[in-house]
């Protein structure tokens, strides 16, 4: 037993120095806990704080960004607005100018048109007179030639006519 005492304080000596050491290490732990939780809080402070910064300046920069991009808008805008214009005064007179141009040449073809007609129709007028005349001379010179003819049957029927009621023969 006495051989067992030994073990047991041997043991019991090894506990106390373990749990001294433990002791030790709790405090060391302790301490650089409060070393790590305090370090972690300043560079917290320091993140934050650039971060602020860096959050104001991308701020800053975006605010910058906005109004360069709202101005350059404004202008391509005018611009555009502008180009438009100038585009459809173009094309105002251009169609203008096709319109006076359209116009004239509806007129010129309408003015050659309405000469050709007035010829033909001076044309089919003189041609037609000249068969009027044509036919007036014939039908004249046909009435003329049956009154001739007609003169000499009555003369014959007059006489065809006396003859029957025995008129001029006695």
Known sequence: MGHV????????????LVAAGAAGCAWMVR???????????ASETRLES????????????????????????????ASTTTRMDEMEASMTAR?????????????????????????LEASMTARMDGLET???????????????RLRSVEGDLHLVKQHLLGVGAA
């Open 5 to 16: 005492m030994t073990w047991l304080q041997l043991l019991t000596g090894i506990v106390a």
């Open 134 to 148: 044509s036919l007036s001379d014939k039908i004249d010179s046909l009435d003329r030639l049956t009154d001739v």
């Open 31 to 41: 301490t650089l806990d409060r070393r790590i939780d305090v370090k972690i809080a």
């Open 95 to 119: 169609m203008d100018g096709l319109e006076a141009s359209m116009t004239a040449r509806m007129d010129g073809m309408e003015a050659s048109m309405t000469a050709r007609m007035d010829g």
């Open 50 to 77: 650039r971060l602020g910064a860096r959050i104001d300046a991308g701020t800053a920069r975006t605010d910058q960004l906005e109004a360069s991009m709202t101005t350059r808008m404004e202008r391509l805008e």
